[in-house]
């Protein structure tokens, strides 16, 4: 067959084109919506804007990515193919995404026409061909889909590290975990300390190792390629409420709870969620009212909580509360609170207080993500002592803020979950179709099915460029790379939904099978596009709304 596929200059041709059709819209998005104002009556455009522009910036992170290993020479043949058909997908996909709104915004064909001439539709239709993507998927087969994506050489060592880890400790229990439903074995949460998993985000003077959040996102990645709910999802909540601590907690606060959490000695919960109330967290009821129990001064915590995750297991909850009885003032009137509770490892607890205030859980059934568990709360006077308030007297009112740059940083570790539940499904999806015989040649030797492998590698090409880049950026200035971490999460999540259920469909029968593993990537992936921010809500307030104000 044919493999000619487009040079990393042709992509960045196409890039081009996609670029220029792409801000004439956004223009005409910003002019049509009020710069941001009216993006409820133009929910549908906004999202079909908000998810161009993450193609956009993915096609050019991939390029950019290749080119770079391009000029150190430590790219062949196969790897500019994939990126180079990755980045001219995602402006094929710009393209297709644009193209229904062009009427809401009073554009025409022509600006398609202008944007993708007919020499670049000719070149657009080469470079994503069928053949080229079989041939990706051909040597998707041959590799096993092994991720050898090129790092510097401490990242490498991260990755081999958590790589070895995971295949050695994490793999041979993925399955057990999953269908009992059991915690995650405490073995893990020991030995992921030991190896300084927990302190990758905590300052070296707090007890971090302070690697940065590329080596945090591939630590992730790693884990979760083994398993999301049992590894791939233990090291976001404590960082979470690192991000809190670190951008709001007091000196002593920092001294206290950080080297806990670093060391693995505090596992966390996060408790934001209510049974009414998920994404619009401005409107938590969650009650903390000051109190003082045996002398000592603090607040009592009445009201429910929901989709807990870890809740049980947790020695601290991070609860937002409403520290203000005021509704009126939103989002002004949350502080956040670092609960302490006793651990436990069933599907529900009760933690009962000398004084009579008392915290329980229940588990929620779930299809997967099983291993952490999320519960549902209720907190009946539980009192928590003032110094727990994050950032004690100037944290008051400010909980929100507190909570949204820590799930900035939830949103940057759940592209990194995103991409390695693609990864793990695309290996086992490879290994599979290798291994399979039907009419007299291995499943891996049918066209339709390289293609489809070369489709799932593509797309976890552009997931995994556009993460890692969001995780460069963190480290550079975490506010400003926030919008950016929220397209990490959308695009990794939505290709982690997409390759676990074409692997599924690849595997046949057997893919509906407990029996082998790509069932539990399927029903794992499906909980990515919800948590730490569902998907409509990152296109519409957070993308969308950086995009058009």
Not at 79 to 102: D, F, G, K, Q
Not at 227 to 251: F, H, V
Not at 358 to 384: C, I, Q, W
Not at 486 to 505: H, I, M, P, R
């Amino acid at each position: 067959m044919s493999t000619s596929h487009a040079s990393l200059a042709e992509a960045r041709s196409l890039l081009a084109a996609a670029d220029g059709l792409f801000e004439k819209t956004l223009e005409r998005a910003k002019s049509v919506t009020g710069n941001g104002k009216n993006i409820d009556e133009h929910q549908v455009l906004t999202e079909r804007v908000a998810y161009a522009a993450t193609e956009v910036r993915a096609a050019h992170e991939v390029l950019a990515n290749a080119e770079a290993v391009a000029a150190e020479g430590r790219s062949g043949e196969a790897m500019e193919r994939l990126w180079a058909t990755s980045a001219a997908e995602l402006a094929a996909s710009v393209r297709n995404r644009l193209e229904p709104v062009l009427d809401e915004l009073g554009l025409g064909e022509e600006i398609l026409e202008a944007a993708f001439p007919a020499e670049l539709r000719e070149l657009l239709r080469r470079a994503t061909s069928e053949s080229v993507y079989r041939a990706i998927g051909s040597h998707v087969a041959e590799t096993r889909g092994s991720n050898d994506t090129p790092l510097d050489e401490m990242h490498e060592q991260v990755r081999e590290q958590v790589r070895a880890f995971a295949a050695e400790e994490v793999m041979p229990h993925a399955e057990h975990i999953h269908r009992t439903d059991s915690i995650v074995p405490e073995e893990f949460i020991e030995k992921m300390a030991e190896l300084g998993f927990f302190g990758l985000s905590v300052p070296e003077e707090y007890g971090g190792v302070e690697m940065g959040n590329l080596a945090m996102i591939l630590t992730t990645e790693e884990l979760s390629r083994a398993s999301l709910a049992a590894a791939g999802s233990l090291i976001t909540r404590p960082e979470i409420l690192t991000k809190a601590l670190m951008g709001g907690g007091t000196e002593e606060q920092k001294q206290t709870w950080l080297p806990k959490l670093a060391s693995g000695e505090v596992m966390v919960g996060i408790s934001v969620t209510e049974p009414d109330y998920g994404s619009d967290v401005a409107s938590v009821k969650c009650r903390a009212d000051r109190g003082t129990v045996d002398g000592q001064e603090g607040w009592v915590i009445n009201g429910p909580k929901a989709w807990c995750t870890f809740a049980g297991r947790a020695n601290v909850l991070a609860v937002l509360c409403r520290t203000d009885p005021d509704l009126g003032k939103g989002h002004r009137g949350l502080s956040l609170l670092i609960v302490p509770k006793e651990p436990e490892t069933g599907h529900s607890f009760e933690t009962v207080q000398p004084g009579g205030g008392r915290v329980v859980g229940k588990a929620d059934a779930t299809p997967g993500y099983r291993g952490m568990h999320s519960f549902t709360l209720n907190f009946e006077n539980y009192f928590v002592p003032a110094e727990n308030l994050v950032g004690l007297e100037d944290g008051l009112g400010r909980g929100f803020y507190l909570q949204m740059a820590g799930f900035a940083a939830g949103r940057l570790q759940t592209g990194g979950r995103g991409c390695g539940v693609a990864q793990g499904a695309l290996e086992e999806t490879a290994k599979y179709v290798v291994d399979r015989t039907q009419f007299g040649q291995p499943l891996s030797d049918f066209q339709l099915t390289q293609y489809n492998l070369g489709r799932m590698a593509t797309r976890l090409a552009g997931a995994r460029a556009i993460t890692y880049q969001a995780a460069r950026e963190m480290d550079e200035d975490e506010r400003a790379a926030a919008p950016l971490a929220a397209q990490a999460k959308l695009l990794a999540c939505d290709v982690a939904v997409e390759t676990s259920q074409l692997g599924q469909l690849l595997h046949g029968g057997w893919g509906y099978a407990e029996e082998y593993p790509i069932s539990r990537y399927v029903v794992d992936a499906q909980v990515l596009p919800i948590f730490e921010g569902v998907k409509a809500i990152l296109e519409l307030r957070v993308i969308g709304a950086s995009l058009l104000a």
